[in-house]
């Protein structure tokens, strides 16, 4: 199975401020139709996680621009410009490229 | 409005079966894959099982093959999840989630998830 590993697992954060987490994956995650799928969630507390990002850069409606994702091959980034409050969350990489499809640990970002 | 709304969990018996249900709408049902994703207390995501738009494909995580099985009834808008021999570590949130359409089916993660149905695997 690929194995997907963030850091950190925690990210204390002062509000406006930037925040950055990284996913690493243990196999390529580019697939053999040429493209790289990597997908990024947050799940607020008490809430079902929603879908930042996939194929590694692409914002889904209605996410902010402060989001962004990059990277390739095996390693990859979800940054935040600045943070805001509504941002508190755990953030999980996923990839799709191979069987089984394989979540990170996830990340908790909180304000410092 | 694209709605996921689980039902079915509760408390069993190590052993025991459950069968899951997540009624969709908002969207063609059929055009697009659908899996299951659990959480269990305090822990993180763990993909389970999918299946594609027409039902021809079937996946499973090695943690849940052989005792679970996905089904889908695309006439009535309704994902399923038997799950058979459960074990106190299947304890946890199943989440319904829409994959993609065509080709892309799962591969570019869950753009809905529902709100989870809880499973209790205890004596």
């Known amino acids: 199975d690929v194995v997907m590993t963030q850091s950190p697992l925690s990210l204390p954060v002062t509000l406006g401020q930037p925040a950055s987490i990284s996913c690493r994956s243990s196999?390529?995650?580019?697939?053999?139709?040429?493209?790289?799928?990597l997908n990024w969630f947050q799940q607020r507390p008490g809430q079902s996680p929603r879908r930042l990002i996939y194929k590694v850069s692409n914002r889904d409606s209605g996410v902010p621009d402060r989001f962004s994702g990059s990277g390739s091959g095996t390693d990859f980034t979800l940054k935040i410009s600045r943070v805001e409050a509504e941002d508190v969350a755990v953030y999980y990489c996923m990839q799709g490229s191979h069987w089984p499809r394989t979540f990170g640990q996830g990340t908790k970002l909180e304000i410092k | 409005e694209v709605q996921l709304v689980e039902s079915g969990g509760g408390l069993v018996q190590p052993g025991g079966s459950l069968r899951l249900s997540c009624a969709v709408s908002g969207f063609t049902f059929s055009s697009y894959a659908m899996s299951w994703v659990r959480q269990a207390p305090g822990k993180g995501l763990e993909w389970v099982s999918a299946m594609s738009g027409s039902g021809d494909i079937t996946k499973y995580a090695d943690s849940v093959k052989g005792r679970f099985t996905i089904s889908r009834d695309n006439s009535r808008n309704t994902l399923f999840l038997q799950m058979n021999s459960l074990r106190a570590e299947d304890t946890a949130v199943y989440y319904c989630?829409?994959?993609?359409?065509?080709?892309?089916?799962?591969?570019?993660?869950?753009?809905?998830w529902g709100q989870g149905t809880l499973v209790t695997v205890s004596s």
């Open positions: 196999q390529s995650l580019v697939h053999s139709d040429g493209n790289t799928y």
């Open positions: 989630a829409k994959g993609g359409s065509g080709a892309t089916g799962t591969k570019a993660g869950f753009e809905y």
